[in-house]
């Protein structure tokens, strides 16, 4: 505790020395960065000065938990933000309804029958149907793969099909989970199991959504923790026969009324333009949807917050946007970009943070060459706290819908990812794992990057 206090005292110091050298260094290039040294400076100053952000995540992780789509959880958080935004002092906050999915989890377990009787550690999918009232009772086939499924087409009629896929990256990963129970149902499975997505935890099942094919029957689906994924896999590779009984609430209901969270800093010149930050404030619900994703909501609500505070005024409007719906639908990205068609061609710049807010290294960046350079340029301001690379390959889900349309660039927050995938749709996304300097650090990288492109005398491209 007395280490933080003193370095965020003695951080901003050690920044400003970092930047009296750069401008030595003169490079003529970058002289239109030199205005932008001093309130860079400031806003750091300011986001690591303090836990304030880490404060504001534990409020909405504790004293409103998670936040699934439809719930009235979301829509504490939605009356929070919204109040909470007004009394920072933020402009224009306002909520813009979107219709979302209401899906629920209900009971759920499941339990290894034969050869032994053991609790299986589980989360149903999000989206999955549920099974009979009194679950399903099946013999287990495990595989490794989709080829290995098509080849044992015949092994899996009547079956429950086990993906043991180990966790390599997520985007490798997850297409078990996404396509794995439509892919078994075609070939008769009964039910689907998967282990979970994500590196070997502490018995830790990761939850996510699944996506039915239309040409399948719609089977139930869970992820299982690592350690019961292997038991099975070493019983069925001795040969045994493997009798697995899950039980499943999970249904739709009616769509519910939700909304996304907008608040603003007006630019002081041309108010019409906009860099958009946001986060989404929809969690699966398990865990606290701190890291997913309540601390990207806090870091770019920060940004405006900070800029507020500290009387810096950009030419263009910033704009925080807290969608809903990223999780299980996506329809607070899609409303926007229908609600927001007409200014599309004025958004300058939209950023999503949606991947943790551990360490930040930088910032991922869709868009021209030209702009890519510039967004070099003002990511340098942050080499004092180590935010300074711009890798390819900026975005977000929930502003890829008015990206896309509005042919806008497109950024997000890149942090240090050892820890995401671990708790990532776990009961385990608790605010404990975020440490307060290094979410403060991911404050000021992109309080730093809104204020400057939103104050560049000429927009970025
Ligand atoms: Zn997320």
């Known amino acids: 505790m007395a280490r933080r206090s003193m370095m965020a005292v003695a951080l901003p110091f050690v920044l400003l020395a970092g ?34 952000a880490w404060q504001r995540l534990s409020i909405l992780t504790d004293g409103i938990g998670n936040r699934l789509s439809g719930t009235p959880a979301l829509d504490r958080a939605i009356a929070w933000a919204t109040a909470e935004m007004a009394r920072d002092g933020l402009e224009n906050v306002h909520t813009e309804k979107v219709m979302v999915p209401r899906w629920v989890r209900g009971a759920e377990s499941a339990e290894l029958t034969s050869p032994a009787r053991h609790p299986i550690v589980m989360l149903g999918l999000g989206d999955s149907v549920g099974t009979p009232a009194d679950g399903v009772q099946a013999d287990v086939l495990v595989v490794r793969t989709f080829e290995e499924l098509d080849a044992k087409a015949q092994a899996a009629r009547g079956k429950i099909v086990l993906f043991n896929v180990p966790f390599t990256n997520y985007g490798e990963t997850v297409r078990f989970r996404s396509a794995g129970p439509s892919r078994a149902a075609r070939h008769g499975a009964v039910a689907m199991l998967i282990r979970a997505v994500g590196p070997a935890g502490l018995r830790t099942p990761h939850t996510g959504a699944l996506n039915y094919a239309n040409d399948a029957p719609k089977i139930p689906a869970a992820a299982i923790a690592s350690e019961d994924a292997d038991r099975i896999q070493r019983l069925a590779d001795r040969g045994e026969k493997v009798v697995v009984r899950l039980a499943m609430q999970a249904h739709f209901e009616a769509d519910a009324e939700s909304a996304n969270v907008v608040g603003e800093i007006r630019g002081r010149e041309r108010p019409d333009e906009v860099v958009v930050v946001s986060g989404h404030l929809d969690s699966w619900d398990v865990g606290a949807g701190a890291t997913d994703d309540g601390g990207g909501c806090v870091v770019s609500w920060e940004a405006l917050r900070i800029m507020k505070k500290l009387n810096l005024r950009p030419r263009r409007t910033v704009r925080v946007v807290l969608w809903t719906n990223e999780e299980n639908g996506g329809r607070g990205g899609l409303a926007y970009r229908d609600q927001h068609r007409a ?9 999503e943070s949606d991947g943790g807010v551990f360490r930040p290294l930088g910032f991922g960046f869709t868009g021209s060459d030209q702009g890519r350079e510039r967004v070099r340029a003002i990511a340098s301001l942050l080499a004092g706290i180590g935010a300074d690379q711009v890798s390819p390959g900026g975005g977000g889900a929930d502003i ?8 806008v ?39 730093v990057m809104a204020y400057v492109v939103a104050d560049l005398p000429e927009r970025l491209r």
């Not at 003529?28 to 100053?45: H, K, N, Q, T």
């Not at 995938?421 to 979410?439: G, Q, R, S, V, Y």
């Open 400 to 407: 890829t819908p008015s990206v896309q349309e509005g042919h």
């Open 409 to 447: 660039p497109a950024m997000s927050l890149e942090v240090d990812g050892a820890k995401y995938f671990l708790i990532h749709h776990t009961p385990a996304d608790t605010i404990d794992k975020i440490d307060p300097i290094e979410m403060a650090k991911c404050a000021a990288a992109v309080g």
């Open 343 to 351: 200014e599309l061609a004025n958004h300058v710049l939209m950023m």
């Open 19 to 52: 930047v009296t050298s750069r401008v030595r260094a003169g490079d003529d290039r970058v002289a239109w960065l030199d205005p932008y040294r001093e309130p860079a400076s400031r806003i750091i100053g300011e986001a690591v000065g303090s836990t304030f």
